[in-house]
Nanobody
Framework: QVQLVESGGGLVQPGGSLRLSCAASGFTFNNYPMTWYRQAPGKERELVVTSTSTGGVTNYADSMKGRFRISRDNAKNTVYLQMNSLKPEDTAVYYC???????????????WGQGTLVTVSS
């Protein structure tokens, strides 16, 4: 079974920090990039940041650059999102995603976690 499981969300005060984790299983983790997304209440899901298999980073949202940092530990099959200086508008469900090859084929499939809720009070 290919799966991703997020953890680390919770309730924090504005200006606080959280570290989210995404644990992967069922595929060769170190061969694939990993991406964090988020979806705020009533809004579309948006890209946050991507880490390549070798640790390269692509940021997508200007509002999160400098506050959010992605990292990965291939030995632990885990990708992290460190979130600092949190704002109420960061309140969202945060998801991780991988695109992995289907065994025995040259096809790829998206794999999503269930998400972890981050709530920033005001």
């Amino acid at each position: 079974q290919v799966q991703l499981v997020e953890s680390g969300g919770g309730l924090v005060q504005p200006g606080g920090s959280l570290r989210l984790s995404c644990a992967a299983s069922g595929f060769t983790f170190n061969n694939y990039p990993m991406t964090w997304y988020r979806q705020a209440p009533g809004k579309e899901r948006e890209l946050v940041v991507t880490s390549t298999s070798t640790g390269g980073v692509t940021n997508y949202a200007d509002s999160m650059k400098g506050r959010f940092r992605i990292s990965r530990d291939n030995a632990k099959n885990t990708v992290y999102l460190q979130m600092n200086s949190l704002k109420p508008e960061d309140t969202a469900v945060y998801y991780c995603k991988a695109v992995v090859v289907v065994a025995g084929t040259d096809n790829y499939v998206e794999v999503w976690g269930q998400g972890t809720l981050v709530t920033v009070s005001s």
